[in-house]
């Protein structure tokens, strides 16, 4: 039986996750992308209806085609979370993705937080984004990352479902206090949720200092904060924890020139907006000073059956 039906309260199910060591593969880091466009992003989602998707200037595969520069310059592959709305529309870029030797992996079909579907919208969510991208693709996908991490005490349910629906592992939980998404005592480290079966979970990375966790795995933290406190975790985690390191960002974080939305709350457009100007500078430094794979080949993902 799986772990996440033995336990009914939600704090015993987050204690009961197994943390034992996992045999990951040397020095290398976790690359995410997180492939949306800025009209998609959770902190518009109350005023950019998903209807109204198809009249917004699309900027997403001018701002892939420059990432998968980035990458071919410095000479590393990543993960490219994908929703299948953007797929659909974009099949080519799907195909510039996987050719370029880059992981294929899924961000559902139209970035509903899953506190908001039941577990029957979920499922239906996570299987025909999967179908979907194996199909443009013609490879596996394996992995599966929430929208807005979206894996809260409320949704672990959520882990169930997509092993069920074939995902072999996710990178949904963020280890910290935020108004949006956290689980600030979950495991820090890739974990196996369910007993007898070896679905991995990858928690984006965090440093811990003084009882705390620390974001260090990108995002906004990256983009707003100075450089140096994102450098100063990573590399606490791999001295102090001897861990590979989790790290992700959205193509429309490179791309100063996007439209402005109308409307958008201060808090919004502070964390929306902010050194979008000078995010590919730092990305492309941060490439060059650690060592960056898909996430299949850092962590011991599990086989296929059959």
């Given amino acids: 039986m799986n772990q996440l039906t033995t336990f009914p309260d939600n ?7 197994s943390t034992r060591p996992l045999d990951c593969a040397g020095p290398a880091n976790a690359l995410t992308v997180d492939v949306e466009d800025y009209f998609q992003v959770e902190a518009f989602a109350g005023l950019i209806d998903r209807a109204d998707w198809p009249s917004y200037e699309c900027r997403v595969e001018r701002n892939i085609d420059r990432i998968l520069a980035m990458f071919e310059r410095a000479d590393v592959t990543a993960t490219f979370f994908t929703l299948g709305w953007i797929a659909k529309r974009h099949p080519i870029l ?50 599966y990352r929430a929208p807005s991490f979206s894996i809260t005490r409320d949704t672990l349910w959520i882990l169930e479902e997509l092993q069920q629906a074939g995902y072999r592992y996710s990178s949904s939980t963020y280890p910290i206090h935020h108004d949006l998404y956290g689980i600030p005592e979950a495991p820090r480290f890739a974990f196996h ?26 995002g906004g933290y990256f983009r707003l904060l100075p450089y140096w406190m994102s450098t100063f975790g990573l590399n606490r985690v791999r001295r102090d924890d001897n861990q590979p390191c989790m790290f992700y960002f959205h193509p429309w974080e490179i791309d100063p020139g996007q439209p402005r939305i109308p409307g958008a ?38 086989q296929a059956r059959g």
């Fill in 11 to 17: 704090a015993q199910i987050i204690a009961g996750w």
């Fill in 94 to 143: 799907i195909r510039k993705i996987v050719d370029a030797g880059h992981e294929l992996a899924s961000h559902g079909t139209m970035h509903y937080r899953a506190a908001g579907q039941s577990p029957e919208e979920f499922r239906e969510d996570i299987v025909s984004a999967k179908a979907l991208l194996e199909d443009l693709s013609g490879v596996e996908v394996k992995g």
């Fill in 193 to 218: 949720p369910f007993e007898g079966t070896d679905f991995l979970e990858i928690p984006v990375t965090t440093a811990r200092l003084f009882n705390t966790n620390l974001p260090c795995g990108g």
């Fill in 265 to 302: 709350a201060l808090k919004t457009r502070v964390r929306h907006y902010t050194n979008l100007g000078r995010m590919e500078k730092r990305l492309a430094k941060l490439l060059n000073t650690y060592k960056w794979q898909r996430i299949d080949r850092v962590y011991p993902i599990p």
